[in-house]
C-alpha cells in the first residue's frame, strides 16, 4: 500500500521584536551672548551760554561794584548712565575779564560763583571758584554723592552767589566764566 | 507483534507527486522588518555671539546687532513626518531696570531645513508651532529677527555674565507602529 | 634655625564693577559745558568832595593899595574815592574869579576878574591844569591808561588880576568862579 505524506510549506515567520518605547526626538541648542557697555551721556545744556548783561552797579553805593546777580538755571535734559554708582562732577572757573592785565589797587578782574548740580543723586554737587582778584587760582570742583542704580534724569545747574574778591570795583571789559559738568562712574577706593 | 512506530518529522519538503518526477521545487521565505524613526543633530550646538546690543548715540536697543544673524546647526531625519519646533528665550541679563530701562532683548527665531521653517518668539512661552520637515540631512540655519526691548528705553549695562539666551530646535519623527 | 615663613600678599587688581569702555565712540563719561558771560561797562565815579564845595578866599584885595593880593590862598578840595573802571581823561576846567554885582565893563584902570589856575593832582603823571586867561591849556586834559582809583587833588594857585597887575579890582562883595573837574571813560 502507498502511502503519501503530503507535507505543507511550512512558513517560517521571523518576527520582529516589538518596538522598544524610547524617545527619538532630538534637540540643538544655539547661545547667544550680548553685552551692552557702560555709558553715560549727559542731555545737551539749555541755555548752554548764561548771559548775565552787566554785572556791575550803574548808581547807588555800589557803584561800579559786583551787582545782586539773581541765581540762573540750565538743564541737562534725559541725562543718563546705564550702570551702577555714577557721580556728578561740578568745575566751576571764575567770570575773569578779557583784558588780562594786573589789574590796579581797589580793582578785580575776576568775580566768583558757586555752580550747583542737582537731580542726580541724593543731594546735590557743587563747586564755588575762589579766584583772586588778578585772576589766578580761578577754578574749583565738587561732586555728588553716588548714584546706586541706573538713572536717566534732567540734571539742574544753578548758577548763583556771584562775588567779587574783596567785593572791589571790577574792571572794565567783557567777563567770562564756565562750568564744565561731568557725569562718569565714582572713583573706586583704593 | 511488532509495533510500528511513525514518527512525524517536520520537514520542509514540498508535496511529491503520486509519481517521482525530477521536477524542481521552490520554496519561499518572507522576512520583514522595520526601521524606527529617528532625528539626530550631528552639530547640536552653536554659538552665536552679537557683540555690542546698545546704539553709541543714544544707548537703546540696536536691533540690528540682533536681526539677520544667523547661525547653523546640521542634522537629519529619516522620517517623511518628520517635525521641527523652536522654542526661543530672550535675552537677559542680571542687573535690574529701573524705570526708563530695559535689561532684557525679545527676538524671533526661524529655523529652516529641507526649505521648511519654524519659528518662534521670546515673548511667548513655550515652543513655536511644529513644521512637518520631512526626510533630510543637512543644514538647519537659525535665524534671528524682529529683536525689540520691552519698553524701547535704554540697556543696562551688562553685569559679569553678559546678555544671554537661546534657540532650541526639535526635531521630532514619528512613532513607528508596531504590527 | 628658625625659618620664616613669608606671604607674599595676593594682589587683585581692582576693576570698576561696570563693564570697560569699549573703543566705540560711547563712553562712561560724558561732558559738557556751560558758558557764562557779562559786562562790566566803562564808568567813572567824580568822588564826593571833601568839606563843603567851595574855596573861600576872602578879601582879595590889598586894601591899602586897591589891587589883588599877592598871597592869596584856599586849601586845596578833594574829590574822595573817585574812580574809572577803564582807561579815562580828566579835565579841568576853570572861570576867572568874577565881579557877579558889577558886570559893565569897569572904567579904566580897573578890572573886574582874577584869573587863577587850577590843577588837578593825583590822577594822572602829569597834572591836569587849568589857567583862566590863557591863551591855551593844553594841559587841561591828560589821559589815565587803566582802571584806577584814588583821592584826587584840586588846587587853585597863581592869582592874577586880568588886565594887569597895576588894575584895581571893582568893589563887589561876591566875586566867583568855577572849577569843574571830569573824569570820563574813554575806549
Request: one cysteine or more; charged letters at 10%; proline letters at 5%.
Amino acid at each position: 500500500m502507498k502511502q503519501t505524506i503530503g507535507l505543507s510549506a511550512l512558513a517560517l515567520m521571523l518576527t520582529a521584536s516589538p518596538a522598544l518605547a524610547q524617545s527619538n526626538t532630538a534637540t540643538g541648542t544655539v547661545a547667544i551672548d550680548g553685552q551692552v557697555r557702560s555709558v553715560c551721556i549727559l542731555g545737551d545744556p539749555n541755555p548752554a551760554l548764561v548771559n548775565l548783561g552787566q554785572i556791575s552797579a550803574s548808581s547807588g553805593p555800589r557803584t561800579g561794584k559786583i551787582d545782586t546777580i539773581a541765581p540762573r538755571t540750565v538743564t541737562l535734559p534725559a541725562s543718563f548712565c546705564n550702570f551702577a554708582g555714577s557721580v556728578v562732577r561740578v568745575t566751576t572757573t571764575a567770570m575773569t575779564s578779557s583784558d588780562t592785565t594786573s589789574p590796579q589797587p581797589g580793582f578785580t578782574r575776576a568775580v566768583n560763583y558757586t555752580a550747583t548740580a542737582s537731580g542726580w543723586a541724593v543731594g546735590t554737587a557743587a563747586a564755588t571758584s575762589s579766584a583772586l582778584r588778578d585772576g589766578t587760582s580761578p577754578t574749583a570742583t565738587g561732586t555728588g554723592a553716588t548714584q546706586p542704580l541706573p538713572k536717566i534724569a534732567d540734571i539742574a545747574v544753578t548758577l548763583s552767589n556771584f562775588t567779587t574778591p574783596g567785593d572791589l570795583i571790577l574792571v572794565a571789559g567783557n567777563y567770562s566764566g564756565n562750568v564744565v559738568v561731568t557725569l562718569g562712574p565714582a572713583a573706586v577706593a583704593d | 507483534m511488532r509495533k510500528l512506530m511513525f514518527l512525524a518529522i517536520p520537514a520542509v519538503l514540498v508535496a511529491s507527486p503520486a509519481f517521482a518526477q525530477s521536477t524542481s521545487v521552490t520554496g519561499t521565505v518572507n522576512i520583514d522588518g522595520s526601521v524606527a524613526g529617528r532625528c539626530t543633530f550631528t552639530l547640536p550646538n552653536a554659538t552665536l555671539s552679537l557683540g555690542e546690543l546698545s546704539l553709541a548715540s543714544n544707548g537703546k536697543l540696536d536691533t540690528s546687532r540682533v536681526n539677520g544673524k544667523t547661525a547653523t546647526l546640521t542634522g537629519w531625519c529619516n522620517s517623511t513626518a518628520a517635525t521641527m519646533a523652536v522654542t526661543t528665550t530672550q535675552l537677559t541679563t542680571g542687573t535690574a531696570a529701573p524705570t526708563g530701562f530695559d535689561n532684557r532683548v525679545d527676538y524671533t527665531a526661524t529655523a529652516v531645513a529641507n526649505s521648511a521653517s519654524a519659528s518662534d518668539s521670546s515673548l511667548t512661552a513655550g515652543a513655536g508651532a511644529a513644521s512637518t520637515v520631512g526626510l533630510f540631512t543637512g543644514n538647519i540655519v537659525v535665524t534671528l529677527s524682529a529683536a525689540s526691548s520691552p519698553s524701547n528705553g535704554l540697556m543696562v549695562a551688562s553685569g559679569p555674565g553678559g546678555y544671554t539666551g537661546n534657540v532650541v530646535v526639535t526635531l521630532t519623527p514619528t512613532v513607528t507602529p508596531v504590527g | 634655625m628658625r625659618k620664616l615663613l613669608l606671604l607674599a600678599p595676593l594682589v587683585i587688581a581692582a576693576m570698576p564693577g561696570a563693564a570697560l569702555a569699549q573703543n566705540s565712540g560711547a563712553s562712561n563719561t560724558s561732558t559738557k559745558n556751560v558758558g557764562v558771560i557779562g559786562t562790566a561797562p566803562a564808568m567813572c565815579f567824580a568822588g564826593t568832595v571833601s568839606g563843603n564845595g567851595s574855596y573861600d578866599l576872602g578879601v582879595l584885595i590889598d586894601t591899602a593899595t586897591g589891587q589883588l593880593r599877592s598871597d592869596l590862598s584856599a586849601p586845596s578840595k578833594v574829590l574822595v574815592g573817585s574812580f574809572c573802571t577803564g582807561r579815562s581823561t580828566i579835565t579841568v576846567e576853570a572861570t576867572p574869579l568874577a565881579a557877579q554885582n558889577s558886570t559893565v565893563a569897569p572904567p579904566s584902570g580897573f578890572s573886574r576878574q582874577v584869573n587863577y589856575t587850577a590843577t588837578a593832582t593825583g590822577w594822572t603823571t602829569t597834572a591836569a591844569s587849568y589857567t583862566t586867561g590863557a591863551a591855551a591849556n593844553s594841559a587841561a586834559t591828560q589821559t589815565r591808561a587803566s582802571a584806577y582809583t584814588n583821592d584826587i587833588t584840586v588846587a587853585i594857585s597863581g592869582f592874577s588880576t586880568s588886565g594887569g597887575q597895576s588894575l584895581r579890582l571893582v568893589a563887589d562883595d561876591n566875586y566867583l568862579g568855577l572849577v569843574t573837574v571830569t573824569i570820563a571813560a574813554v575806549n
